[in-house]
């Protein structure tokens, strides 16, 4: 037998992922794909392990599913940590997909497609770039950018899907909440909202990423010019400005084939060119253009020859650079393509050539001609490229080669100081000229030829370039204009001449005549040149110049040594006076200044005789200049203050000023300049005494009065601008004084710097005149630039010494001034190095807390940034050992905790106060976060301190105590109550929150002794603290139930994190909270039953723990009440419940723990608690399932849910009806009373309302507002609730219950208030009711019986309900009435019981039929002279009896005569409520059940034959008029039948055989046989009264009728009785009388008798009558029985469906419906007469079942 292998702890298999699904259970793991899992042991292909999912639950699982990853182990052994060995961004990417997924199956859930489309594509990105690093392709730049863009592209998905906000620092790293302060993750998250902002406004992913003060270059590709050439072309390219019309850029240039090729074969698909030194102030202010000229090369002028190759232009094209500058395709690797079409000028003019790119922009196109062909053009790619161009170079080396042409700016940039690169370029561009023709016919082909020569007019070469891709060049030849005087040109050249070399060139022009033909030559005719410097030596300055042409002769003499410009002096030499010639220079140089003041300062030595105008001539000097050349202004500015001179104030002023220029906001990027000066060029050991001696000087000068200030007022302001680099240059000089000298002189300088200090800080203090206002703003200046020098001083001076001088400072001011700079000097003070040292930090925080307090305890303006500056103060001391920051802590929490928790008290004031204070909550976050950050930096013995007690000693007197911890309390609580305090989305700031007070409730908790239980005697021990105990659970309740805590709610990776992170905090402070209210003792009876509310809120929690900790706590409250009793327990638990489930809160499993708990305890201590407990619970336990019904259903949404959220509540109020609780009850009554109005049930309404109506009694007992009704006294809330219920009453048409409640009232004012007034309304409004009842058309009420099976709700499951349908509803209509409520219910075909399958159906059956009222109150009604309206409304309301009858044959069917064998199956239903009640609906509690056979069948049919005659009959005689049709139609049903037999079919029952087969029914025959004689002597009287009202057409039916009614009678009629139909017969010669008709369109009304124009159920109810007055064969009873009461009921749409067609609908009937149906009525023809139904009713009643029944279904 083999030995079993054991279980080995892994060695390298720690960490792995899922890789295919494992579900089996114990003792395996169940594990899906992308778990991620940690190994433990391993043993024969197997791991044992767990899944990070749920750390708890461990088991095996095969190695095969797992693949495993590189990772690091911390702590290796039981207790092991496995760290996976991958790029933190990856396991971020894989974290965001995790949260992404959830919501990518919500939106495709929801049928947003766009959302979905879009998150889509983000998750794609995300794998894309995942996979790129993984791959470790990417350079380390392409790498940070790309990690910066995916960081970027998660928070901004998160933002969008509402997901948590992940914490980042600037450089896109997480920050661990468990390593910072709450401040510095405050900080850090209210930033990124900041930028996130900034990024939501506009602009690209990655444009987001750039610095807005950053460089950007235009990178250009130029694949192909695709043109018919015949010669070579040069293509120029340049940046254009629309709106100045200048170049922006250096032209590129590069020469194509006639292929439109590079004619250099390497350059082929590698033509590159960057426009670089561009920066915002392009983007921002330009309009910026890409042009390109195309020069053509050829050896022809006008098909001439010529003598060598000329430039003629061809043409120009544009394209616009908006959308590459918006960043639109900064993602794009190769950028965006492009294609410029070539336009060329539209007129014989050479000079349109110019400003032909101005005409194609603004689309002028009658001064441009468009492309001869489309397609063609040149095509390439644009990219913009972000930063220096030396970065560009690094981030795209493929596309930025040694071969790539870079185009520098026309002119500085912003950033060319930056890169320090030095830079000396002259670009000289052509403007204009005019030529003269002279003695030719026509103008001249001028051509320049432009060089750089020496002073003896030698050319220089290769300093000449026409463009960048082009090589340096000694003379460069313009483009020829054919025959043009007046030329406007387009060529820029750059001249590339040595900064010391520029005196000595000069840069020339020759002007010259290109002729062609025979004797092509180059005829010169005009010199001109340009000095490049100034008779000053300064270069010459940027603009247009005018140059003096000279005759070509002069290039033999010495032409140089003239004036060049015109009005520069008269020139010795002759001039071309009729020519003229301009161009345009732009010096960028960092050599050569253009500026004589500058030059002037520079030379200063050559100009000592005058060097007070040379110091003056400083201010002159332009910030651009003095940037460019700084190091050599500053050293000079250096030398004249070092040389001692009388002019040292004057000195000091120029140096104020270069420092104050190059410090304005504007060079704030080249601020550095001055830092570099200072570290490398700056050695002046002896300078720090002069300048000491100065700026001490500009101190005092501040604090002097204004008329005996020697410096001037715009100099001492500047001082102050420089004064933190006249510090820097003062600190740095002693030191290298000190260098030289070994500290020599130090006592002398540590006494001048004190003086000079001290100076400084009196000058800060001085309380300034009204009118000087200089010294406020020398005031704020020094205040701003102190604190960054103390780095500096720190240098030279003691730490010490500086915070003492420091801290006096700020003893000493007044807290009220300068209170706006005094903050921003604290905040700076507390980010120098300074305040990190701890000795100097102990010395300066009291200071600090003095004035920051002031404000904050006076939320002044300065409220917000002391409060910035007290959470930079924690975060310091945070980044410290706090074991050793004892005093700060108690500083902290003596002076600033106290003024924290009034502010936030104040704040939560003005919130409640003021409903539009937006900027309160931001406050109050902010006050927040500083009491945060002081409570996470506390250890126990600070909370000593805060209640004034010391290590060791115990509380002897514990208000001090009470108060400190109550205050907090309440302070915790607001917080964790207050939802507005942080948003929902910062997460991890929410539980950094509670974690923090977490731990200092538990520090709190520790210190309360059992002396604080408030024990027994008098002396010496502490009173029972309510408040502080209040606070405590209130506080322990709202941290529990918080959102933020809610684990459940969140996704399962989130819910994995925080439980790593700080546990379930929720049950930590549910243990302190059951912990402390047992130590309570019997003084729990205190907060009985005020904490009922709070802690069933915590047990509603879904948490099993929380629950099983915290309902054993509400047998507590039971156990202390048991002897008072607990009904207030009770009352108080049934309120909550009820609000707290209806909110959402509670499910199953807390019924069950409920329950189970409850029961158990009670059980276990039944002495203590008697069966009442049990009964307790009990009514807990069945009020949840009726809140857990109605929450269900509120759940729903739509019309559809209206129902069943009534019957929900209809069942609620029945409970609390039960249990008594009266409140409840009411307040149900108004919901349920509203749900029925907004329905349009407004009878329904009443009958609620009448329900709190009749809990009232007539008194004058005072009662509170309640809903709509104000308050008043008892009986005129019962009077105004009677009035609402009379109308509602009135507009659901039940006008007799209406007048019940008239009478009641009338009955009051009658009887007790004698309000005659009053009784007079009540009378009228009864009157009105009787007129609208017999005068207004109502609906007949439909009733359904509707059963329900399978997975119904337990309220319906397995029930039978009775429905009162809508007005003119039908079974189909309700069906699909009832299919919305029930969507996936499905309809049973049978009205058979179902059985077990149909009731334990997973699916939802639904059973529904029409069933028949069975009314008491028509047994109350004479026999005879009641109006038809009174009889219809006892027919179908106030009843709660249902018949449902279903007819089926016994045996075999016999064929002949089918009623010998038809039986009736009567089924009776009864309602728990009458009808019409408070619901529309009511469940039945009863059923009975019987059989009719044959025979019985006949009698009801008989009988309700009689009764419709009877009810025709008395209807003609009461009304007057109208269309006899149904009765017509009825006496022929009955006498005439033509189908079926009628009643002859009857016939069968009275003969022997049938009866001796049936000897129990001979009574019955015999019955039938009285009603069949009963029924021949009505059908007389009818016929006798259709031969009054028939009319003539009508007359041979009625004669036909006549004929089988003697058949009738002869064979049913009794002989011995008198024959009631005796016809009236006409006078000899006397025409018949017509019978009485109504107009066609007259108004249909109750009186009329025009049946047809009415509605189907006014015509149905006509049909209706009173059964004939027969002696029955068996005694009579003294009251029906059911059985009795069902055979007498008259269906009313019996008669309808065998008398006339339906022809309504469920509105009103149109006009044109109306008259098709009396014309079909009124003259009906004897064919369709013939034809009508047969006269049974049986049958009839059979059809209806079927039809409306089983038809329907």
Same mark, same amino acid.
């Given at each position: 037998?083999?030995?079993?292998? !054991?279980?080995?702890?892994?060695?390298?298999?720690?960490?792995?992922?899922?890789?295919?699904?494992?579900?089996?259970?114990?003792?395996?793991?169940?594990?899906?794909?992308?778990?991620?899992?940690?190994?433990?042991?391993?043993?024969?292909?197997?791991?044992?392990?767990?899944?990070?999912?749920?750390?708890?639950?461990?088991?095996?699982?095969?190695?095969?599913?797992?693949?495993?990853?590189?990772?690091?182990?911390?702590?290796?052994?039981?207790?092991?940590?496995?760290?996976?060995?991958?790029?933190?961004?990856?396991?971020?990417?894989?974290?965001?997909?995790?949260?992404?997924?959830?919501?990518?199956?919500?939106?495709?859930?929801?049928?947003?497609?766009?959302?979905?489309?879009?998150?889509?594509?983000?998750?794609?990105?995300?794998?894309?770039?995942?996979?790129?690093?993984?791959?470790?392709?990417?350079?380390?730049?392409?790498?940070?950018?790309?990690?910066?863009?995916?960081?970027?592209?998660?928070?901004?998905?998160? !933002?969008?899907?509402?997901?948590?906000?992940?914490?980042?620092?600037?450089?896109?790293?997480?920050?661990?909440?468990?390593?910072?302060?709450?401040?510095?993750?405050?900080?850090?998250?209210?930033?990124?909202?900041?930028?996130?902002?900034?990024?939501?406004?506009?602009?690209?992913?990655?444009?987001?990423?750039?610095?807005?003060?950053?460089?950007?270059?235009?990178?250009?590709?130029?694949?192909?010019?695709?043109?018919?050439?015949?010669?070579?072309?040069?293509?120029?390219?340049?940046?254009?400005?629309?709106?100045?019309? /200048?170049?922006?850029?250096?032209?590129?240039?590069?020469?194509?084939?006639?292929?439109?090729?590079?004619?250099?074969?390497?350059?082929?698909?590698?033509?590159?060119?960057?426009?670089?030194?561009?920066?915002?102030?392009?983007?921002?202010?330009?309009?910026?253009?890409?042009?390109?000229?195309?020069?053509?090369?050829?050896?022809?002028?006008?098909?001439?020859?010529?003598?060598?190759?000329?430039?003629?232009?061809?043409?120009?094209?544009?394209?616009?650079?908006?959308?590459?500058?918006?960043?639109?395709?900064?993602?794009?690797?190769?950028?965006?393509? &492009?294609?410029?079409? =070539?336009?060329?000028?539209?007129?014989?003019?050479?000079?349109?050539?110019?400003?032909?790119?101005?005409?194609?922009?603004?689309?002028?196109?009658?001064?441009?001609?468009?492309?001869?062909?489309?397609?063609?053009?040149?095509?390439?790619?644009?990219?913009?490229?972000?930063?220096?161009?030396?970065?560009?170079?690094?981030?795209?080396?493929?596309?930025?080669?040694?071969?790539?042409?870079?185009?520098?700016?026309?002119?500085?940039?912003?950033?060319?100081?930056?890169?320090?690169?030095?830079?000396?370029?002259?670009?000289?561009?052509?403007?204009?000229?005019?030529?003269?023709?002279?003695?030719?016919?026509?103008?001249?082909?001028?051509?320049?030829?432009?060089?750089?020569?020496?002073?003896?007019?030698?050319?220089?070469?290769?300093?000449?370039?026409?463009?960048?891709?082009?090589?340096?060049?000694?003379?460069?030849?313009? %483009?020829?204009?054919?025959?043009?005087?007046?030329?406007?040109?387009?060529?820029?050249?750059?001249?590339?001449?040595?900064?010391?070399?520029?005196?000595?060139?000069?840069?020339?022009?020759?002007?010259?005549?290109?002729?062609?033909?025979?004797?092509?030559?180059?005829?010169?005719?005009?010199?001109?040149?340009?000095?490049?410097?100034?008779?000053?030596?300064?270069?010459?300055?940027?603009?247009?110049?005018?140059?003096?042409?000279?005759?070509?002769?002069?290039?033999?003499?010495?032409?140089?040594?003239?004036? #060049?410009?015109?009005?520069?002096?008269?020139?010795?030499?002759?001039?071309?006076?009729?020519? +003229?010639?301009?161009?345009?220079?732009?010096?960028?140089?960092?050599?050569?200044?253009?500026?004589?003041?500058?030059?002037?300062?520079?030379?200063?030595?050559?100009?000592?005789?005058?060097?007070?105008?040379?110091?003056?001539?400083?201010?002159?000097?332009?910030?651009?200049?003095?940037?460019?050349?700084?190091?050599?202004?500053?050293?000079?500015?250096?030398?004249?203050?070092?040389?001692?001179?009388?002019?040292?104030?004057?000195?000091?002023?120029?140096?104020?000023?270069?420092?104050?220029?190059?410090?304005? /906001?504007?060079?704030?990027?080249?601020?550095?300049?001055?830092?570099?000066?200072?570290?490398?060029?700056?050695?002046?050991?002896?300078?720090?005494?002069?300048?000491?001696?100065?700026?001490?000087?500009?101190?005092?000068?501040?604090?002097?009065?204004?008329?005996?200030?020697?410096?001037?007022?715009?100099?001492?302001? !500047?001082?102050?601008?420089?004064?933190?680099?006249?510090?820097?240059? @003062?600190?740095?000089?002693?030191?290298?004084?000190?260098?030289?000298?070994?500290?020599?002189?130090?006592?002398?300088?540590?006494?001048?710097?004190?003086?000079?200090?001290?100076?400084?800080?009196?000058?800060?203090?001085?309380? &300034?005149?009204?009118?000087?206002?200089?010294?406020?703003?020398?005031?704020?200046?020094?205040?701003?630039?102190?604190?960054?020098?103390?780095?500096?001083?720190?240098?030279?001076?003691?730490?010490?010494?500086?915070?003492?001088?420091?801290?006096?400072?700020?003893?000493?001011?007044?807290?009220?001034?300068?209170?706006?700079?005094?903050?921003?000097?604290?905040?700076?003070?507390?980010?120098?190095?300074?305040?990190?040292? /701890?000795?100097?930090?102990?010395?300066?925080?009291?200071?600090?807390?003095?004035?920051?307090?002031?404000?904050?305890?006076?939320?002044?303006?300065?409220?917000?940034?002391?409060?910035?500056?007290?959470?930079?103060?924690?975060?310091?001391?945070?980044?410290?050992?706090?074991?050793?920051?004892?005093?700060?802590?108690?500083?902290?929490?003596?002076?600033?905790?106290?003024?924290?928790?009034?502010?936030?008290?104040?704040?939560?004031?003005?919130?409640?106060?003021?409903?539009?204070?937006?900027?309160?909550?931001?406050?109050?976050?902010?006050?927040?976060?500083?009491?945060?950050?002081?409570?996470?930096?506390?250890?126990?013995?600070?909370?000593?301190?805060?209640?004034?007690?010391?290590?060791?000693?115990?509380?002897?007197?514990?208000?001090?105590?009470?108060?400190?911890?109550?205050?907090?309390?309440?302070?915790?609580?607001?917080?964790?109550?207050?939802?507005?305090?942080?948003?929902?989305? #910062?997460?991890?700031?929410?539980?950094?929150?509670?974690?923090?007070?977490?731990?200092?409730?538990?520090?709190?908790?520790?210190?309360?002794?059992?002396?604080?239980?408030?024990?027994?005697?008098?002396?010496?021990?502490?009173?029972?603290?309510?408040?502080?105990?209040?606070?405590?659970?209130?506080?322990?309740?709202?941290?529990?139930?918080?959102?933020?805590?809610?684990?459940?709610?969140?996704?399962?990776?989130? $819910?994995?994190?925080?439980?790593?992170?700080?546990?379930?905090?929720?049950?930590?402070?549910?243990?302190?909270?059951?912990?402390?209210?047992?130590?309570?003792?019997?003084?729990?009876?205190?907060?009985?039953?005020?904490?009922?509310?709070?802690?069933?809120?915590?047990?509603?929690?879904?948490?099993?723990?929380?629950?099983?900790?915290?309902?054993?706590?509400?047998?507590?409250?039971?156990?202390?009440?048991?002897?008072?009793?607990?009904?207030?327990?009770?009352?108080?638990?049934?309120?909550?419940?009820?609000?707290?489930?209806?909110?959402?809160?509670?499910?199953?499993?807390?019924?069950?723990?409920?329950?189970?708990?409850?029961?158990?305890?009670?059980?276990?201590?039944?002495?203590?608690?008697?069966?009442?407990?049990?009964?307790?619970?009990?009514?807990?336990?069945?009020?949840?399932? $009726?809140? &857990?019904?109605?929450?269900?259903?509120?759940?729903?949404?739509?019309?559809?849910?209206?129902?069943?959220?009534?019957?929900?509540?209809?069942?609620?109020?029945? &409970?609390?009806?039960?249990?008594?609780? !009266?409140?409840?009850?009411?307040?149900?009554?108004?919901?349920?009373?509203?749900?029925?109005?907004?329905?349009?049930?407004?009878?329904?309404?009443?009958?609620?309302?009448?329900?709190?109506?009749?809990?009232?009694? #007539?008194?004058?007992?005072?009662?509170?507002?309640?809903?709509?009704?104000?308050?008043?006294?008892?009986?005129?809330?019962?009077?105004?609730?009677?009035?609402?219920?009379?109308?509602?009453? +009135?507009?659901?048409?039940?006008?007799?219950?209406?007048?019940?409640?008239?009478?009641?009232?009338?009955?009051?004012?009658?009887?007790?208030?004698?309000?005659?007034? /009053?009784?007079?309304?009540?009378?009228?409004?009864?009157?009105?009711?009787?007129?609208?009842?017999?005068?207004?058309?109502?609906?007949?009420?439909?009733?359904?019986?509707?059963?329900?099976?399978?997975?119904?709700?337990?309220?319906?499951?397995?029930?039978?309900?009775?429905?009162?349908?809508?007005?003119?509803?039908?079974?189909?209509?309700?069906?699909?009435?009832?299919?919305?409520?029930?969507?996936?219910?499905?309809?049973?075909?049978?009205?058979?019981?179902?059985?077990?399958?149909?009731?334990?159906?997973?699916?939802?059956? =639904?059973?529904?039929?029409?069933?028949?009222?069975?009314?008491?109150?028509?047994?109350?009604?004479?026999?005879? +002279?009641?109006?038809?309206?009174?009889?219809?409304?006892?027919?179908?309301?106030?009843?709660?009896?249902? =018949?449902?009858?279903?007819?089926?044959?016994?045996?075999?069917?016999?064929?002949?005569?089918?009623?010998?064998?038809?039986?009736?199956?009567?089924?009776?239903?009864?309602?728990?409520?009458?009808?019409?009640?408070?619901?529309? #609906?009511?469940?039945?509690?009863?059923?009975?059940?019987?059989?009719?056979?044959?025979?019985?069948?006949?009698?009801?049919?008989?009988?309700?034959? =009689?009764?419709?005659?009877?009810?025709?009959?008395?209807?003609?005689?009461?009304?007057?008029?109208?269309?006899?049709?149904?009765?017509?139609?009825?006496?022929?049903?009955? @006498?005439?039948?033509?189908?079926?037999?009628?009643?002859?079919?009857?016939?069968?029952?009275?003969?022997?055989?049938?009866?001796?087969?049936?000897?129990?029914?001979?009574?019955?025959?015999?019955?039938?046989?009285?009603?069949?004689?009963?029924?021949?002597?009505?059908?007389?009287?009818?016929?006798?009264?259709?031969?009054?009202?028939?009319?003539?057409?009508?007359?041979?039916?009625?004669?036909?009728?006549?004929?089988?009614?003697?058949?009738? $009678?002869?064979?049913?009629?009794?002989?011995?009785?008198?024959?009631?139909?005796?016809?009236?017969?006409?006078?000899?010669?006397?025409?018949?009388?017509?019978?009485?008709?109504?107009?066609?369109? $007259?108004?249909?009304?109750?009186?009329?008798?025009?049946?047809?124009?009415?509605?189907?159920?006014?015509?149905?109810?006509?049909?209706?009558?009173?059964?004939?007055? %027969?002696?029955?064969?068996?005694?009579?009873?003294?009251?029906?029985? @059911?059985?009795?009461?069902?055979?007498?009921?008259?269906?009313?749409?019996?008669?309808?469906?065998?008398?006339?067609?339906?022809?309504?609908?469920?509105?009103?009937?149109?006009?044109?419906?109306?008259?098709?149906?009396?014309?079909?009525?009124?003259?009906?023809?004897?064919?369709?007469?013939?034809?009508?139904?047969? @006269?049974?009713?049986?049958?009839?009643?059979?059809?209806?079942?079927?039809?409306?029944?089983?038809?329907?279904?």
């Amino acid at each position: 037998m083999s030995k079993e292998r !054991k279980w080995l702890p892994t060695a390298n298999a720690k960490f792995g992922v899922v890789i295919c699904n494992f579900d089996r259970g114990y003792p395996f793991l169940p594990l899906k794909l992308g778990d991620v899992v940690q190994i433990l042991e391993e043993n024969s292909g197997w791991y044992r392990g767990f899944s990070l999912r749920g750390k708890a639950k461990k088991g095996i699982f095969p190695a095969s599913h797992i693949h495993l990853k590189k990772c690091d182990i911390l702590n290796a052994g039981p207790r092991e940590v496995v760290l996976p060995q991958e790029d933190p961004v990856v396991r971020e990417i894989a974290s965001a997909l995790l949260e992404w997924n959830n919501s990518w199956r919500r939106l495709f859930m929801t049928g947003q497609t766009a959302e979905f489309e879009e998150l889509v594509k983000h998750m794609t990105d995300l794998l894309d770039w995942r996979r790129q690093i993984l791959t470790q392709s990417l350079t380390r730049d392409e790498m940070k950018e790309l990690k910066l863009k995916i960081t970027s592209k998660i928070d901004i998905v998160n !933002k969008q899907l509402h997901l948590d906000l992940i914490p980042r620092e600037e450089n896109g790293e997480i920050v661990n909440p468990k390593d910072v302060s709450i401040v510095h993750l405050f900080k850090v998250i209210k930033n990124q909202e900041v930028s996130k902002s900034a990024r939501s406004t506009g602009g690209s992913l990655v444009q987001s990423l750039k610095s807005p003060s950053t460089s950007f270059n235009i990178w250009l590709k130029l694949d192909l010019l695709k043109l018919q050439l015949k010669n070579p072309v040069e293509v120029i390219f340049f940046l254009y400005d629309k709106k100045t019309g /200048r170049e922006v850029s250096e032209p590129y240039r590069e020469v194509l084939s006639e292929k439109g090729l590079p004619n250099d074969v390497e350059k082929i698909g590698c033509t590159f060119a960057v426009f670089t030194d561009l920066d915002q102030t392009d983007r921002n202010t330009k309009e910026l253009y890409l042009v390109c000229r195309v020069i053509r090369l050829c050896n022809e002028i006008e098909n001439k020859k010529s003598c060598s190759i000329v430039r003629r232009p061809l043409g120009i094209a544009v394209y616009s650079l908006q959308e590459i500058l918006s960043s639109i395709y900064d993602e794009l690797e190769d950028g965006k393509n &492009f294609h410029m079409e =070539i336009y060329s000028s539209a007129t014989q003019y050479a000079n349109d050539f110019a400003k032909l790119q101005d005409y194609v922009i603004a689309g002028d196109r009658t001064n441009f001609l468009p492309p001869p062909e489309k397609g063609n053009g040149l095509f390439g790619s644009l990219k913009c490229m972000y930063g220096s161009l030396e970065k560009v170079q690094e981030e795209y080396p493929l596309k930025i080669r040694k071969n790539t042409a870079i185009c520098r700016k026309l002119g500085f940039s912003d950033t060319i100081a930056k890169s320090g690169e030095d830079r000396h370029d002259i670009f000289i561009e052509l403007v204009s000229g005019y030529f003269d023709k002279g003695p030719k016919k026509s103008n001249k082909n001028v051509e320049i030829h432009i060089c750089v020569v020496d002073k003896t007019g030698r050319v220089i070469e290769n300093l000449v370039s026409c463009g960048q891709g082009t090589e340096t060049i000694g003379m460069y030849r313009t %483009v020829m204009f054919y025959h043009t005087a007046q030329c406007q040109f387009v060529d820029t050249v750059r001249v590339s001449v040595p900064a010391n070399h520029m005196d000595q060139y000069s840069v020339r022009f020759i002007f010259g005549h290109m002729s062609a033909g025979n004797r092509p030559r180059y005829d010169q005719h005009a010199v001109a040149f340009l000095k490049l410097v100034t008779k000053e030596g300064t270069a010459i300055p940027d603009g247009i110049h005018e140059l003096n042409l000279f005759p070509d002769a002069v290039l033999t003499k010495d032409y140089l040594k003239e004036p #060049w410009e015109v009005g520069d002096g008269q020139p010795s030499l002759p001039l071309v006076l009729k020519d +003229s010639f301009k161009v345009r220079t732009v010096i960028c140089s960092t050599d050569l200044t253009q500026n004589v003041d500058l030059l002037r300062l520079l030379r200063w030595s050559n100009h000592k005789h005058h060097l007070k105008q040379v110091m003056l001539g400083v201010k002159n000097i332009p910030g651009d200049e003095l940037l460019k050349f700084l190091k050599v202004s500053l050293d000079a500015v250096f030398d004249i203050v070092e040389d001692g001179s009388d002019d040292s104030i004057l000195a000091f002023q120029s140096l104020v000023f270069v420092l104050s220029t190059v410090l304005e /906001r504007r060079y704030a990027q080249y601020k550095f300049l001055l830092d570099q000066f200072l570290e490398n060029s700056f050695e002046r050991p002896q300078v720090y005494q002069r300048l000491m001696e100065k700026l001490k000087v500009a101190f005092h000068e501040v604090i002097i009065p204004t008329k005996q200030r020697i410096l001037e007022d715009d100099t001492l302001v !500047k001082t102050m601008k420089a004064a933190e680099y006249l510090v820097k240059f @003062i600190v740095h000089s002693r030191k290298q004084y000190d260098e030289n000298t070994r500290g020599k002189g130090r006592d002398v300088f540590n006494k001048e710097l004190r003086n000079m200090l001290t100076t400084f800080f009196e000058m800060i203090k001085y309380s &300034f005149p009204q009118d000087d206002h200089v010294a406020p703003r020398c005031q704020a200046l020094a205040l701003q630039f102190f604190p960054t020098t103390l780095g500096d001083f720190l240098t030279v001076v003691s730490r010490q010494l500086l915070s003492e001088i420091i801290a006096d400072f700020l003893f000493k001011l007044n807290p009220q001034r300068l209170s706006g700079f005094k903050t921003t000097f604290l905040q700076s003070l507390v980010a120098s190095e300074l305040f990190k040292l /701890r000795e100097s930090r102990l010395t300066l925080l009291p200071a600090f807390l003095l004035q920051l307090n002031h404000h904050i305890a006076g939320m002044d303006d300065q409220f917000r940034l002391c409060l910035d500056v007290l959470q930079d103060v924690i975060s310091v001391i945070y980044q410290q050992d706090t074991s050793t920051a004892d005093k700060e802590v108690q500083l902290f929490v003596s002076k600033s905790l106290p003024v924290l928790y009034q502010s936030y008290k104040q704040i939560k004031y003005e919130i409640e106060q003021q409903a539009d204070g937006q900027k309160s909550p931001f406050r109050l976050a902010s006050v927040v976060v500083c009491q945060l950050g002081i409570l996470q930096i506390m250890r126990k013995t600070h909370y000593k301190w805060c209640i004034g007690i010391d290590e060791g000693q115990t509380i002897s007197s514990g208000q001090n105590f009470a108060n400190f911890i109550n205050q907090s309390f309440f302070i915790f609580h607001d917080m964790t109550d207050r939802k507005t305090l942080f948003p929902s989305e #910062w997460s991890v700031m929410l539980l950094l929150m509670n974690n923090i007070l977490m731990t200092s409730t538990e520090q709190l908790m520790e210190l309360i002794s059992s002396d604080m239980l408030g024990s027994g005697d008098s002396q010496g021990s502490v009173s029972f603290e309510h408040s502080l105990w209040n606070n405590f659970f209130l506080y322990s309740v709202s941290f529990s139930v918080q959102e933020a805590l809610q684990l459940e709610q969140f996704s399962e990776a989130k $819910r994995i994190r925080i439980l790593d992170w700080c546990g379930d905090m929720r049950v930590k402070m549910n243990d302190l909270m059951v912990t402390y209210w047992r130590q309570l003792g019997i003084l729990r009876v205190r907060f009985i039953p005020a904490m009922v509310g709070p802690f069933l809120r915590v047990s509603l929690l879904p948490q099993p723990a929380l629950r099983q900790r915290t309902i054993p706590l509400f047998y507590d409250m039971m156990e202390v009440k048991v002897k008072d009793g607990f009904q207030d327990l009770q009352v108080e638990m049934i309120e909550k419940l009820d609000t707290y489930v209806i909110q959402g809160m509670g499910d199953i499993e807390f019924k069950k723990s409920l329950k189970d708990v409850l029961n158990r305890k009670c059980k276990d201590n039944s002495q203590v608690i008697s069966q009442g407990g049990m009964d307790f619970v009990s009514t807990l336990v069945k009020l949840l399932d $009726r809140l &857990f019904d109605f929450r269900n259903v509120t759940d729903n949404t739509g019309e559809a849910s209206q129902d069943l959220k009534m019957h929900v509540m209809y069942n609620l109020l029945n &409970f609390y009806k039960e249990m008594g609780r !009266k409140e409840m009850y009411i307040r149900y009554i108004y919901r349920l009373t509203e749900m029925h109005k907004s329905a349009g049930s407004y009878n329904e309404a009443a009958f609620t309302l009448l329900l709190h109506a009749q809990l009232l009694e #007539w008194s004058n007992e005072l009662m509170g507002a309640e809903g709509q009704y104000p308050a008043q006294t008892c009986a005129e809330r019962k009077e105004a609730l009677y009035k609402d219920i009379i109308d509602l009453f +009135s507009k659901g048409k039940l006008w007799e219950v209406g007048i019940e409640q008239c009478k009641e009232l009338i009955k009051h004012h009658e009887s007790t208030s004698y309000n005659y007034q /009053r009784l007079a309304e009540l009378y009228l409004t009864v009157s009105k009711y009787y007129d609208k009842i017999l005068t207004e058309v109502r609906a007949d009420s439909q009733y359904f019986r509707v059963s329900f099976y399978g997975a119904f709700p337990p309220y319906f499951k397995d029930r039978t309900f009775i429905f009162r349908g809508l007005e003119y509803e039908k079974l189909t209509s309700f069906n699909e009435r009832l299919s919305r409520i029930f969507p996936r219910a499905k309809y049973m075909t049978s009205l058979t019981q179902p059985g077990a399958e149909i009731r334990n159906s997973l699916q939802q059956h =639904i059973q529904s039929c029409t069933v028949m009222p069975l009314s008491d109150g028509l047994d109350k009604l004479p026999n005879k +002279s009641v109006n038809e309206t009174v009889i219809q409304f006892y027919r179908s309301n106030n009843v709660r009896e249902f =018949i449902l009858k279903r007819p089926f044959h016994k045996g075999k069917k016999d064929k002949e005569n089918e009623f010998v064998t038809l039986f009736i199956e009567c089924t009776v239903h009864h309602t728990t409520e009458a009808f019409p009640g408070v619901m529309r #609906w009511f469940e039945v509690s009863k059923t009975d059940s019987y059989e009719l056979n044959p025979v019985q069948n006949g009698i009801e049919t008989v009988k309700e034959n =009689i009764s419709v005659l009877q009810t025709l009959i008395r209807r003609f005689n009461n009304e007057s008029g109208g269309s006899c049709n149904p009765l017509t139609m009825k006496l022929q049903g009955i @006498i005439d039948a033509a189908v079926a037999g009628g009643l002859k079919n009857y016939n069968t029952f009275f003969s022997e055989a049938y009866r001796k087969a049936n000897p129990d029914c001979w009574q019955q025959t015999e019955e039938l046989k009285s009603h069949m004689i009963a029924l021949c002597k009505v059908c007389g009287e009818a016929l006798k009264l259709h031969s009054q009202v028939c009319s003539d057409n009508m007359r041979g039916l009625h004669e036909h009728m006549e004929k089988k009614y003697r058949e009738f $009678r002869k064979q049913y009629g009794n002989p011995d009785d008198e024959d009631p139909y005796e016809p009236l017969k006409p006078k000899p010669g006397a025409a018949d009388p017509p019978p009485p008709q109504l107009p066609a369109d $007259r108004p249909t009304s109750r009186h009329s008798g025009n049946v047809s124009s009415r509605p189907q159920s006014m015509v149905e109810d006509q049909f209706q009558g009173e059964p004939v007055s %027969v002696p029955p064969p068996v005694p009579k009873k003294q009251r029906p029985t @059911i059985r009795d009461r069902a055979q007498s009921s008259i269906s009313p749409t019996v008669y309808h469906q065998n008398s006339m067609p339906e022809t309504h609908s469920l509105g009103s009937i149109s006009s044109s419906m109306q008259t098709q149906r009396q014309n079909s009525i009124t003259a009906p023809s004897s064919k369709e007469l013939n034809g009508a139904p047969p @006269i049974s009713n049986q049958k009839m009643e059979i059809v209806e079942q079927i039809e409306e029944d089983d038809t329907d279904l």
